[in-house]
């Protein structure tokens, strides 16, 4: 296995390992140790069907339920495994039609053009999250912002004013900001604010990291607008340029990335006419839990 | 000493020098302030300890004063200043600077939203002049960008794309922005969307610019989550770095930019200073668009 740097420090390119088939404890601890140096890692040429790709997650951690999932009603659903998340724009399990231009499912996922860490609206985010290109239409990146460098940037001043702030992330603040609301009854628990510290130390690296999320809808103790137009600078200053890396995808890329240390966003494409079909998978959170229940305080 | 103008940025701005403006202007004076700021598009007048009246006196060589009664959420005799004074301080009519969680103070946060004044209006604003009486020296600066650099910039098919847009403004959706919802019936009232245009050509320079503003919430004919990306991405493109001057204010600069074809925002400071900065602005002359559509529906 060989990890090539694609941006120095942030994003490698994983060759020599054929990630369909089941791993060895050496291959699992290489690739987290690869996790861990960068970030973001890319893996070419795999072309995982489902199964393999809910094998090749299980072996870092336990699996996430989608919250998209969770609360659509099973006949939105494409898959009915809640593990494995619907990245595509087809009329949920009917493959012959797209989306049409105000369905509901197309208007929630449209949020996934605002910079976000997957699942910070639960009380323990996301760790990894894996998605796969199965079609592609001729342009469509996804762009991954590196928290870690955002937070190194920042002046002793700012680093000192971020230490202790808690933010309040729901799905609900990050949908709200694109004018969506229209949630399926019976859901009230997913969709209520939970905290989160806004600097977070990575459990194995020890680097601190801006954990910054469009479900970010205030900070504990801020009036509302100042939290939110605090919470847009520092977006601002976190995913300049110089942090930002854009993923040009290829059929069979294997993308995996940590939540804990990066953002990310979808790019427009022409949805309605270009079929886009990927997965996700991710693993739950693990070595915040003490942070945040401090946060809960 | 005739006016001479020396250009502050690669794209636009320019610091006029050779005039006082508490003196009155002679015709000339004025055309060759007029020509500048179209060229231009934001003009820079250092050291103008200028008077209200004078202030009044200047605004109006550029056509008719906008009264800002009846737009925001200020209440007649709470106003510390004229009715043609937009009040950019922090502070109230016994000059006392703003509570933390003071109604007005949330309500103006929206001014660190890239935005153009008066695009809420059906007859936007075609200057604006601000006036900074009291600046802090800590953050505080004015960012401007220059929406004819980002039309010119655009790829040809988005060109195409905004070149038959409409969307709506309100002062509602840029407060909405920062979870500002903190409005009275009347006020809402007052604050009825209306149309513009998204792609203007100059009335002087002839060029093309985005109008762009924090107040846009839909696009007509679009899904409202649709447009709002929409706007994101393109207020992105709009605002990148290459596109703005930030000007860092010294005491009793003056400083005249045309909402027809520039953003500003202000940038967060220090809410226990004080911060006066006194804004008259002069009308447009004509709608972007008809509006009677609107009254129609």
């Given at each position: 296995m060989n990890i090539r740097a694609v941006?120095?420090?942030?994003v490698g390119e994983v060759t020599g390992i054929d990630i369909c088939k089941p791993l060895t404890s050496g291959e699992v601890a290489g690739i987290e140790l690869g996790m861990d140096q960068y970030a973001v890692l890319t893996f070419p040429d795999q072309p995982l069907t489902d199964e393999q790709q809910v094998t090749f997650t299980a072996n870092f951690g336990e699996l996430e339920i989608t919250l998209a999932g969770q609360m659509a009603k099973p006949e939105e659903r494409?898959?009915?495994?809640?593990?494995?998340?619907?990245?595509?724009?087809?009329n949920g399990a009917d493959t012959t039609r797209l989306r049409a231009r105000d369905d509901k499912r197309r208007m929630y996922a449209l949020a996934n053009r605002l910079w976000h860490s997957d699942?910070?609206?639960?009380a323990i985010g996301a760790g990894y999250t894996l998605l796969h290109a199965r079609i592609l239409p001729r342009k469509a990146d996804t762009q991954f912002a590196d928290m870690r460098a955002a937070y190194d940037a920042l002046s002793p001043m700012e680093k000192a004013e971020v230490e202790d702030i808690v933010c309040e992330h729901s799905i609900v603040f990050s949908r709200e900001q694109i004018g969506f609301g229209d949630y399926n009854a019976g859901h009230e628990e997913h969709l209520k604010p939970v905290p989160h510290r806004l600097v977070i130390t990575h459990p194995k690296t020890g680097r601190k990291s801006l954990y910054l999320s469009s479900h970010i809808g205030g900070i504990v103790g801020w009036p509302v607008p100042e939290a939110r137009a605090f919470i847009r600078d520092l977006t601002e200053h976190a995913t300049q340029p110089q942090f930002v890396y854009s993923h040009v995808w290829r059929v069979g890329d294997m993308v995996m990335w940590d939540n804990r240390t990066v953002m990310h966003r979808a790019t427009r494409f022409d949805d309605l006419k270009e079929v886009r079909d990927l997965r996700r998978t991710s693993i739950k959170g693990v070595g915040l839990e003490v942070k945040h229940a401090m946060a809960a305080e | 000493m005739p006016i001479s103008v020396r250009p502050l940025h690669d794209l636009f701005v320019g610091e006029v020098s050779g005039v006082d403006l508490t003196q009155p202007l002679a015709r000339e004076d004025v055309e060759a302030i007029e020509n500048a700021i179209a060229k231009h598009a934001i003009l820079v007048f250092r050291d103008?300890?200028?008077?209200d009246e004078q202030q009044l006196t200047f605004s109006r060589y550029f056509g008719e004063l906008e009264e800002t009664r009846g737009t925001g959420i200020s209440k007649p005799g709470e106003q510390r200043l004229h009715p043609a004074f937009a009040d950019v301080s922090n502070l109230d009519k016994d000059n006392t600077i703003l509570a933390r969680d003071n109604r007005r103070r949330l309500y103006s946060l929206g001014n660190q939203i890239w935005h153009s004044d008066s695009s809420f209006k059906p007859i936007p604003a075609a200057y604006s002049l601000l006036s900074g009486r009291v600046v802090v020296d800590q953050g505080g600066e004015t960012e401007f960008a220059d929406m004819r650099a980002a039309y010119d910039t655009l790829d040809d098919e988005t060109k195409a794309e905004t070149g038959d847009l409409i969307c709506e403004h309100s002062l509602i959706y840029s407060r909405e922005l920062l979870g500002f919802d903190d409005l009275t019936d009347a006020e809402r009232a007052t604050m009825r969307p209306v149309r513009q245009i998204l792609t203007r050509t100059h009335p002087l320079s002839g060029r093309k610019s985005i109008y762009l503003a924090s107040h846009i919430g839909k696009i007509i004919g679009w899904p409202v989550p649709e447009a709002r990306a929409y706007i994101r991405d393109l207020t992105e493109h709009a605002t990148q770095r290459q596109f703005v001057y930030t000007h860092l204010w010294r005491p009793f600069d003056l400083v005249m930019w045309d909402n027809r074809c520039t953003m500003h925002r202000v940038r967060r400071f220090d809410a226990s200073l004080v911060r006066d900065m006194r804004r008259t602005t002069v009308a447009g002359t004509a709608p972007t668009v008809a509006q009677e559509a609107i009254a129609a529906e």
């Open positions: 941006q120095n420090g942030f494409r898959f009915q495994q809640l593990e494995l998340g619907d990245i595509s724009n087809y699942a910070s609206f639960r | 103008q300890r200028v008077t």
